[in-house]
């Protein structure tokens, strides 16, 4: 019973399309329009009527207290945005919140978190993906042995497939039962 | 045909594509669709921001992470529900008995007696809820037991009975359906699965706002990943199995001496305040006088010190050892509730006692008083004495409440000196001293307080029980509570922001809500209990309270059935309630019980077979990868 196993499928987003992030009410618009403007107010507009197309760059957004103790905010913002780099329109910015607040869907969080800690992008979180997480998280306090063996515990704990690296659906089936998910990936904003 | 499912499409939805008679139809439609849905959006958000405090606790959560934000929430929850009881019992038995029973001086137990009248005014005796605290609406023994009263024919005794029996079946109702809606939301409850990928990938609490709060949470995670690699190493070896479990039995007697001493404490003082009472209370000192409630103040608050030193000879994982702490606290607390209801009950017996004396001494008064008026006129005018001069019986009901209320008063005070004195006075000198101190007050001892929400929790879920357990004597408590509880909320929201340094503790008590919401159940049906047993065995009071006169408070209910209802119901209710009905219906009740706990038995038991399939079925991947991978090198 051998099987094949094929090449992973390229920047599949016909399959990973994420839904629309929920719709947020016109008073939070306001107030986000309001925080976006705030960032750069000689760039941003105060009427959008027209829809310019004005991005802000990573180092502005970043900036922001909701983000700025986050060790994960650089990717946080390169996800949202269009270009991969982290300049995000205004669109980008209000997608970015609504996704990570309160009402938004677990399934909707679970593939944003999934692209968030997929660093090197190729749709698997892989050993150095889980590496780079783990020294985020506790600012390169553990030694080698410790993150390999860690890492090494994590994949072997959520891997299904057996290719010693999580997919999309190893990390939603293992996210989809944590107690604390919703809560703490959650920005209120 | 093409044509044919065409023209069939292009019919059905006319109105959509714009052309055709449903346009109109259509449009509106659409219309009044989006028009609903904002609505239905603009009502969420209103909703939303009518919600009290949500800016405080959101501040509170961003400084201090996600578990002391949690206390905040419970706090504002159980406010919640003591405002509907405080609807209740303010709107369907304070207000009636004020507005349209009969008013304060007409009859004996609605009056001040002779020789308390001097005093009733005065500050002291009014905090410790005498004088004309006592014989107001505040208390059982100011109602009537008149049938009904005023011109809406409001049924006063059955109102009070019912709304006692609609507080505990409320309590019961919302308690039971959060710890419902908690189940759904958890993810399913399989804890040790998962344990390194969820540290990765859940631990960072996304709200932290604060570089302080940023710290702390780096560095706990940190301790937490070392832990649970020390667990993984640790557990390849085993060590001294014995000594581990001597401790551990030793640490168990200790508590349980801690446990039985703190017991007799509290049994030996109530029985000399029994004795105090009896000589006169003002006898005494100040100390004398509250020794009861002081006592149980001051237990709950260094006994759980002594329980955690003890802690440190069972060596156990934080998690296992902090759900003993909180078990431990929790039979402090009951242990010390229980001693204190059974030293009510022996004072419930002494009044009761004392009452016959009256009632024995009344007739000779009565007597006594007819005597000097036949003497002085042929006729027997109707005589009048003042409700103030007629002796009237010690109100075992108003004794209970007041006791309560006295307990609930002493206890909120203690916590808000504690929190004055322990956290504020502390980061007041701990912040002005260190300027010229020694060592380093801020890093090494004392430093600042923690935000202990364990402590705080099971403080507010016992108060709760006390009120469960005593509105039914004092009909005032659920508003006391409320007073008390947003005073509370502010008080305690200040003091986290100024004086409390965020949590280094690293392992929440469970990882669900309802921990805490299963310790509030037991509470509540713990305190719900002696309530039950004085209604249904204790007959009340003959002169004082909506149920005087009566043999039992519920037979209240048999009189509503017999004079209010027509006589076919009460024939109905007598069938109904019929041993021989009522029991096979329990029956059926257990037997379904049964069969749904078996079935969901049966569903756990299927989840973990399937859950054993997946693990094998990725571990022959994982095999077949590595034999895939090898034959390559092989060839």
């Known amino acids: 019973m051998i099987k094949t196993f094929e090449t992973p499928p390229p920047f599949a987003s016909q399959w990973f399309d994420p839904l629309p992030p929920p719709a947020l009410s016109s008073g939070t618009s306001c107030r986000l329009h309001g925080r976006f403007h705030e960032l750069a107010p000689h760039l941003v507009p105060m009427d959008y009527t027209n829809e310019p197309d004005i991005r802000l760059p990573l180092t502005l957004i970043v900036t922001m207290p909701e983000l700025k103790e986050n060790p994960f905010r650089n990717r946080i913002v390169e996800v949202f945005s269009e270009d991969g780099q982290g300049n995000l329109s205004f669109n980008d910015f209000v997608d970015m919140f609504s996704a990570l607040c309160e009402t938004a869907p677990r399934e909707l969080k679970a593939i944003y978190a999934f692209k968030i800690y997929d660093f090197n992008g190729d749709n698997f979180l892989c050993k150095e993906d889980l590496e780079k997480t783990l020294n985020r998280l506790t600012k390169g306090e553990l030694t080698p042995e410790e993150v390999r063996l860690v890492c090494s515990k994590a994949i072997e704990e959520a891997d299904l497939d057996g290719d010693s690296k999580l997919s999309f659906s190893d990390f939603e089936n293992m996210i989809s039962k944590a107690p604390d998910f919703l809560s703490t990936f959650h920005i209120r904003i | ?263 007799y404490l509290i049994y030996f003082v109530v029985r000399r305040s029994q004795k105090f009472a009896l000589e006169g209370l003002e006898s005494h000192t100040w100390w004398e006088r509250n020794e009861v409630n002081m006592v149980m103040s001051l237990l709950g608050m260094f006994c759980p010190m002594l329980f955690d030193v003890i802690s440190t000879l069972e060596n156990y994982h934080p998690r296992i050892a902090l759900q003993w702490q909180l078990g431990r606290i929790f039979a402090l607390f009951l242990g010390n509730l229980y001693t204190f209801i059974i030293a009510l009950m022996d004072e419930i017996n002494l009044k009761r006692e004392e009452e016959e004396m009256v009632k024995l001494n009344m007739t000779i008064w009565e007597a006594g008083l007819y005597n000097e008026t036949v003497g002085v006129n042929s006729t027997t005018p109707p005589i009048a004495i003042h409700p103030a001069d007629i002796p009237r019986g010690p109100c075992w009901e108003t004794m209970v409440g007041q006791e309560f209320v006295r307990l609930i008063v002493s206890d909120t005070m203690t916590t808000y000196i504690m929190l004055l004195i322990g956290d504020f006075l502390r980061a007041v000198l701990v912040r002005f001293l260190n300027y010229c101190w020694c060592w380093d007050l801020e890093a090494g001892f004392p430093s600042y307080s923690e935000f202990d929400v364990s402590g705080n929790v099971l403080g507010l879920i016992f108060n709760q029980g006390m009120i469960w357990m005593g509105a039914f004597y004092a009909p005032c408590l659920p508003a006391l509570n409320v007073l008390r509880l947003h005073v509370s909320m502010y008080l305690q929201c200040w003091a986290v922001m100024c004086c409390n340094v965020p949590q280094e503790r690293v392992f929440k008590a469970s990882g669900s809500n309802n921990f805490y919401m299963a310790m509030l159940l037991v509470i509540l049906f713990l305190s719900t209990l002696p309530a039950i047993y004085t209604i249904v065995s204790i007959p009340p009071s003959f002169d004082c309270g909506p149920f005087s006169g009566k043999s039992r408070m519920f037979d209240v209910i048999q009189e509503t059935l017999e004079s209010d209802f027509p006589a076919w119901f009460g024939k109905v209710f007598s069938y109904a309630s019929n041993p021989g009905l009522v029991l096979p219906f329990l029956l059926l009740m257990v037997l379904a019980i049964y069969y749904l706990q078996s079935t969901s038995k049966s569903y756990k038991q299927a989840n973990l077979e399937l859950k054993k399939k997946l693990q094998t079925v990725s571990h022959d991947n994982h095999v077949s990868a590595i034999i895939l991978c090898a034959i390559p090198a092989l060839t």
């Open chain 2, 1 to 263: 045909s093409v044509v044919q499912e065409s023209q069939e499409f292009v019919e059905k939805y006319e109105g959509a594509i714009g052309k055709g008679k449903g346009r109109k139809l259509y449009a509106y439609k659409v219309m009044m669709l989006k028009k609903w849905m904002k609505f239905q959006r603009d009502f969420e958000n209103f909703k939303t921001a009518c919600i009290p405090w949500e800016m405080k606790i959101k501040e509170i959560e961003s400084h201090f992470g996600s578990s002391v934000a949690s206390y905040f929430l419970f706090l504002r929850w159980m406010y919640g529900i003591n405002m509907i009881l405080f609807g209740l019992t303010f709107g369907l038995v304070m207000v009636p008995e004020a507005l349209m029973g009969m008013p304060y001086g007409s009859m004996p137990r609605k009056t001040v007696p002779r020789a308390e009248e001097a005093n009733a005014m005065d500050f002291a005796v009014l905090w410790d809820f005498g004088g004309y605290a006592q014989y107001s609406v505040l208390f059982y023994g100011y109602y009537n037991s008149q049938r009904t009263i005023g011109w809406l024919k409001f049924r006063m005794p059955l109102s009070y009975f019912l709304v006692g029996v609609g507080t505990v079946a409320y309590s019961y109702m919302v308690v039971i359906r959060t710890m419902a809606r908690n189940a759904n939301e958890d993810g399913g409850g399989d804890n040790n699965c998962f344990n390194f990928s969820w540290k990765m990938f859940t631990s960072w609490d996304y709200l932290i706002g604060n570089p302080e709060t940023a710290d702390n949470k780096f560095a706990s995670i940190t301790t937490s990943f070392k832990e649970a690699i020390l667990e993984e190493q640790e557990s390849r070896k085993d060590d001294n199995i014995h000594l581990t479990r001597f401790l551990r039995v030793l640490a168990n007697f200790l508590v349980l001496c801690c446990l039985a001493g703190s017991g």
